[in-house]
């Protein structure tokens, strides 16, 4: 099938997403999977190691700066489902604001990050990537701290995996999934806002909540 931008958006407000089997994959479908990975905004786990990791790191985050580079390191891997359609349509969305990316570096090289897909309150995370030890971890705690700050609500990791899991998140049935997307659908949430995340503020207001 071949997407527009709003046909895109459509599908992530009624609780389905697009895949492509592989990069040079032609063709899309949608998925809706029966059981669905979240990430409760106040159940982010921040390891010992971890907070150490980010007060020591060095890296700095920011947000929308490189959203073809963050999309490009999520692709650059031997298995990925993200194909040329797929990127087009989400630098399209971007382009729109409401597509997002968080990134991590290291002096002026992109060493890590992640980015998805906003509406209203929701957030959908579509892929991470990570070139230094933790980049992915500490991209994830900057973008959970971020959302929690701006107003979302739901945090879609679409499915659930180990590495999701021991940070925090869960999975739950696609019918509680529907009822916690149109709550969040119904609200609004500014990714963007300005904010002041230090590596110390971050980590104390994250175990504040987990």
Known sequence: MSLTPELLLHGYSIGIFPMAEHRDASELFWVDPKHRGVFPLD???ISRSLARRLRRCGFS????QDFAGVVS????RADTWINAELRDLYHQIHETGHAHSLEVWDEDQL???VYGVSLGAAFFGE???SRRRDA???ALAYLVDRLRQTGFQLFDTQFLTAHLASLGALEIPRSQYR???EEALNSSADFTAPLIQLPEGVIQRITQTS
């Open 43 to 45: 159940g982010f786990h």
């Open 61 to 64: 985050v920011t947000i929308n």
């Open 73 to 76: 390191g999520c692709a650059d």
């Open 111 to 113: 060493v890590g990050g």
């Open 127 to 129: 892929s991470m990537f």
């Open 136 to 138: 992915s971890k500490i």
């Open 179 to 181: 009822l916690e997307l």
